[in-house]
Structures are given as C-alpha cells and as structure tokens.
C-alpha cells in the first residue's frame, strides 16, 4: 500500500525567505509578516489542508559574504529584517485545533536551560503540537552578535550540540517525574517535591544543575526536526532527529541521501523508519495549462537571481562575485555550511561560476520545481516520493498565501483521492501524527529517552554519555549518584 504523504508549510518570519524577489509581486502579503493576522490565517489555511506543521526557519546573523557585505542582503530583505519564530506560535496555535508547529533555534549561541523551558512552555500551550528543528548556525555574524570572538568551527559546532542535546534530555525527560505534579488541594500541595530532581550537569560547554522550571509537556520532548547532511550532520540525525529535512536539487541526490539516512538509524538500533524524511519542494498550481504558464512566466521574471547569489554565499561561504566567470568552484572548507559549499564545488557536480549563476537563474533548473495542473503535479509528487523513498515535504511559497491556497485548494483533494494525503486528522500530538500508535512520547530507542528517570532515587542505575569518548553513538551505563549529585 502507498504510504500517506505529509506536507508541512516551510515560512520564516521575514520578507524574503526562500523564493526571492518575489516578495515585489502585487498578490503577494509577504510584507505583512510584522502583523499577527498574517501567521494566524496562515495557520488556519494549513490546518485548513491538513499539513502537519507549518515549520519556521531562522537565522541570528546576515548573508554578508557576497561582495563582501551585508548590504545585498539587507537591501534585499533576504532574511533581513526577521523576527522571532518562537513568538508567534501561541497566536496560531489559538486559532488552531490541529496544526503541528516546529520552530527553529541554534545550539552555538545560547545556553540551554532557557531554551529548554521556553520550548516546554510552547508544547504546553499548543497540547502537544510543537517540534524543535534544532540547527547549528552558519552565519559568522551570528557568532559575534552573541558575544562569541569568532565563528565557531563546523564540527565544533556539532559537539557543542551534543552537549546542549543531552542538557535538554535531562530537563526535560529526567528532572521531573511522571507523577510530580499531584494538585492536592486538601493538603495544598502542587508538586511533589521528592520527585523533582536537579540534573547535576557538567560538561565541557555548558554547567546546569536544574531542575528543570517546566512541569512534563504533553510530549515532554518536542519532535526533533533536524536539517544537515555533512558527515558529522548525518551522525547527529542518526541520534537525534526524528524528522529530516533532506537537501539536494536532484532527486537522485535526494535519494541516496536517504537511503544512507535509514541505513545509519538501522545500524544505530532506531529502525529503518524512525525519521521521517522530508524534502523542499516549490510548486505552481494551476486550474489550466495556460493559467500555469502564466504563473511560471511571472516567477520566472520576478526572480532575483542576484538575491539567490546572496543567499548561496551565506550558505555555503563561495562568493561568486570574486570568482572568474569560467573559474571552476573550490571547496577549502569554509565553516559555513559544508553541504553547502561542497554541492558545487566537488564531484560530478562540481561547476564554473557562470553555470553556477546559469543554475540559479530558473527554478525550473531544481527538479524539486513542479508546475502543472492537480492531476500533473499530483503525478510528480507520487514518482518522487517513491523514487527518493520520501515521506513528504516542506512546501515553499512563491506567493503569500497564494501557494499555499492552491495547494489546499487544488493538491490536496487530489492526493486524496489517490489515497495518498489524509482526509482528517486523527492524532492529538505532533510525535503520533507522525509515528502513528507510537504515543506522545520519545521512543525508547531514542537517545533522549535514556535520561527517563534517570535523577529519582529509587533507580538503582543510570543511562549517561561517557566523558572519555566522544562519540556520540555510544551510550553506556553508570552506577547512580544520589538524587541531586553531579552527573
């Protein structure tokens, strides 16, 4: 049997996020995004459809590697000006039932502690419907903004994020126990006192004692979301992430990733199907053919070729404006992002400055743009999906919200009627949606569930990361300390 696909709406609180240039266009309400209604009618337009989530990306710094200035970016609106993801959730999830939210936060420039208690506060709030895609910056930028003397190293990065990984593990699933909180009002008791535990952490980055602010969430630990396919990014999905947003402009591409991606969480014990696997995926929705190349003609004209340079330069660190128009790309390993930088500059794929621009310059180049009527991108998304062995996508806008209206409006009904799209929703959390029948919580097999009731002390033994090897696959177990002792 076909599996169901999921769809989730990919947004960002800003004026240009993925497709720029287009933000110019007169049906377009992307400038709106500083107004609350503008996040609570897209909520409802989703929930309207379905999807999942609707899952908010972010960035702390500027794409200032272009000409070597921010300035591109900024006079652009590239993902400059952009707000805060987080708070915009509890107004959508007011003017929601359904809709699952994943919110994006980076674990080099913070501490943990806060984090941890805002994303229990958000799970709260909207009963179970929150992810966390959890990122580590890429942005030089971002790093002195928060204090720090330099960009931190890519995998420094990575093991940084370990770290904050396991702090958020121990809040969260460990300092307090399932039946703390007891709500005795004849004694006048809230919270059982014996059941809540400090963490005692101390690690090479980060010192936390706990215990955690934020009685046990609905799902306690949010849906790890997780983007990155580096070496060391791939190693840290296989541990953590429980949905991945799998990049690449080639369906092949695409596919051996994930095919990698089931194989490392089979090898790790996981299961071939514990993470989803979701890709990008632009689409122009129309009721004719004509009305199609209408729309793709104006996208195609209102493209910011320059804006897409921008945004490359911040991701992968290549500024293609130093380079010579028939100067092949070089990958030296830039510490931005390294999938990033190595797409076009090592392989088969490997291109000269002007193919790179040339590449850029259509959105039909990406085989992850389809235009065509329901029934046409309906066949599409089916091959894809069982080509690249997906589970869905992050459906990127052209318009606000005009890409996202077609979709519910005309996709949707479609893949229903093909029986590959759901017709109601049927779970309360964001984790059940995803992995029916598995409950709200963190799996067993999971990394994080390791620290479930590891600090109270009636456990006779303890799950924790060893301090003398760093590899982040290897758990082992330690005889436990005290409730309140140092981990």
Same mark, same amino acid.
């Given at each position: 049997?076909?599996?169901?696909?999921?769809?989730?709406?990919?947004?960002?609180?800003?004026?240009?996020?993925?497709?720029?240039?287009?933000?110019?266009?007169?049906?377009?309400?992307?400038?709106?995004?500083?107004?609350?209604?503008?996040?609570?009618?897209?909520?409802?337009?989703?929930?309207?459809?379905?999807?999942?989530?609707?899952?908010? +990306?972010?960035?702390?710094?500027?794409?200032? #590697?272009?000409?070597?200035?921010?300035?591109?970016?900024?006079?652009?609106?590239?993902?400059?000006?952009?707000?805060?993801? *987080?708070?915009?959730?509890?107004?959508?999830?007011?003017?929601?039932?359904?809709?699952?939210?994943?919110?994006?936060?980076?674990?080099?420039?913070?501490?943990?502690?806060?984090?941890?208690?805002?994303?229990?506060? %958000? &799970?709260?709030?909207?009963?179970?419907?929150?992810?966390?895609?959890?990122?580590?910056?890429?942005?030089?930028? @971002?790093?002195?903004?928060?204090? $720090?003397?330099?960009?931190?190293?890519?995998?420094?990065?990575?093991?940084?994020?370990?770290?904050?990984?396991?702090?958020?593990?121990?809040?969260?699933?460990?300092?307090?126990?399932?039946? @703390?909180?007891?709500?005795?009002?004849?004694?006048?008791? *809230?919270?059982?006192?014996?059941?809540?535990?400090?963490?005692?952490?101390?690690?090479?980055?980060?010192?936390?004692?706990?215990?955690?602010?934020?009685?046990?969430?609905?799902?306690?630990?949010?849906?790890?979301?997780?983007?990155?396919?580096?070496?060391?990014?791939?190693?840290?999905?296989?541990?953590?992430?429980? +949905?991945?947003?799998?990049?690449?402009?080639?369906?092949?591409?695409?596919?051996?990733?994930?095919?990698?991606?089931? =194989?490392?969480?089979?090898?790790?014990?996981?299961?071939?199907?514990?993470?989803?696997?979701?890709?990008?995926?632009?689409?122009?929705?129309?009721?004719?053919?004509?009305?199609?190349?209408?729309?793709?003609?104006?996208? #195609?004209? $209102?493209?910011?070729?320059?804006?897409?340079?921008?945004?490359?330069?911040? /991701?992968?660190?290549?500024?293609?404006?130093? %380079?010579?128009?028939?100067?092949?790309?070089?990958?030296?390993?830039?510490?931005?992002?390294?999938?990033?930088?190595?797409?076009?500059?090592?392989?088969?794929?490997?291109?000269?400055?002007?193919?790179?621009?040339?590449?850029?310059?259509?959105?039909?180049? &990406?085989?992850?743009?389809?235009?065509?009527?329901?029934?046409?991108?309906?066949?599409?998304?089916?091959?894809?999906?069982?080509?690249? &062995?997906?589970?869905?996508?992050?459906?990127?806008?052209? %318009?606000?919200?005009?890409?996202?209206?077609?979709?519910?409006?005309?996709?949707?009904?479609?893949?229903?009627?093909?029986?590959? *799209?759901?017709?109601? *929703?049927?779970?309360?959390? %964001?984790?059940?949606?995803?992995?029916?029948?598995?409950?709200?919580?963190?799996? +067993?097999?999971?990394? /994080?569930?390791?620290?479930?009731?590891?600090?109270?002390?009636?456990?006779?033994?303890?799950?924790?990361?060893?301090?003398?090897?760093?590899?982040?696959?290897?758990?082992?177990?330690?005889?436990?300390?005290? =409730?309140?002792?140092?981990?």
């Amino acid at each position: 049997m076909s599996k169901e696909i999921h769809f989730n709406g990919f947004e960002m609180n800003t004026v240009s996020h993925i497709n720029h240039g287009l933000w110019v266009h007169p049906e377009n309400r992307r400038h709106h995004y500083t107004d609350l209604e503008y996040w609570t009618e897209t909520a409802q337009l989703l929930e309207r459809g379905l999807f999942d989530a609707i899952f908010l +990306a972010d960035v702390v710094g500027t794409y200032n #590697v272009y000409r070597g200035s921010r300035d591109p970016a900024v006079e652009r609106g590239l993902q400059v000006p952009n707000n805060d993801p *987080y708070l915009v959730v509890p107004a959508m999830a007011a003017a929601t039932k359904h809709l699952g939210f994943a919110v994006t936060y980076s674990t080099t420039y913070e501490p943990p502690f806060g984090n941890a208690r805002r994303l229990s506060t %958000l &799970d709260h709030l909207t009963k179970g419907r929150l992810a966390w895609n959890v990122v580590t910056g890429y942005l030089p930028d @971002a790093a002195r903004n928060f204090g $720090l003397p330099a960009h931190v190293k890519h995998d420094d990065r990575y093991d940084l994020a370990e770290e904050f990984l396991d702090v958020s593990y121990k809040l969260w699933e460990g300092s307090w126990e399932d039946d @703390a909180v007891i709500r005795d009002r004849g004694r006048g008791v *809230y919270t059982d006192p014996a059941k809540v535990h400090e963490i005692g952490h101390e690690g090479k980055y980060f010192t936390v004692d706990g215990p955690h602010l934020s009685e046990p969430s609905p799902q306690r630990t949010p849906v790890i979301y997780q983007a990155g396919t580096s070496e060391r990014g791939k190693a840290f999905a296989t541990q953590h992430a429980e +949905a991945v947003f799998v990049g690449g402009r080639s369906v092949q591409r695409v596919a051996a990733s994930v095919a990698d991606l089931r =194989a490392r969480a089979e090898a790790a014990g996981r299961g071939r199907n514990a993470i989803k696997a979701l890709a990008s995926l632009n689409i122009v929705l129309g009721e004719t053919e004509a009305e199609v190349k209408r729309k793709v003609e104006e996208v #195609v004209r $209102l493209r910011d070729v320059e804006g897409h340079l921008v945004h490359f330069g911040g /991701g992968s660190g290549i500024d293609i404006a130093s %380079l010579e128009t028939d100067e092949y790309l070089k990958y030296v390993g830039r510490d931005h992002g390294q999938t990033a930088e190595a797409e076009f500059s090592t392989g088969p794929n490997r291109k000269r400055a002007h193919e790179v621009i040339d590449s850029m310059s259509d959105p039909r180049n &990406d085989e992850f743009f389809i235009a065509g009527t329901a029934e046409q991108v309906a066949d599409r998304i089916e091959e894809i999906v069982d080509q690249a &062995d997906l589970d869905g996508f992050n459906i990127v806008q052209f %318009l606000s919200p005009g890409t996202f209206t077609d979709v519910v409006e005309q996709l949707v009904p479609e893949l229903q009627k093909r029986g590959r *799209y759901r017709k109601e *929703y049927r779970e309360s959390t %964001l984790r059940e949606r995803l992995f029916p029948g598995a409950g709200p919580l963190l799996p +067993a097999t999971h990394r /994080g569930a390791t620290y479930r009731g590891a600090f109270g002390a009636g456990r006779a033994e303890r799950i924790t990361i060893s301090e003398t090897d760093r590899d982040p696959s290897q758990l082992v177990s330690q005889t436990a300390a005290p =409730a309140g002792a140092k981990a």
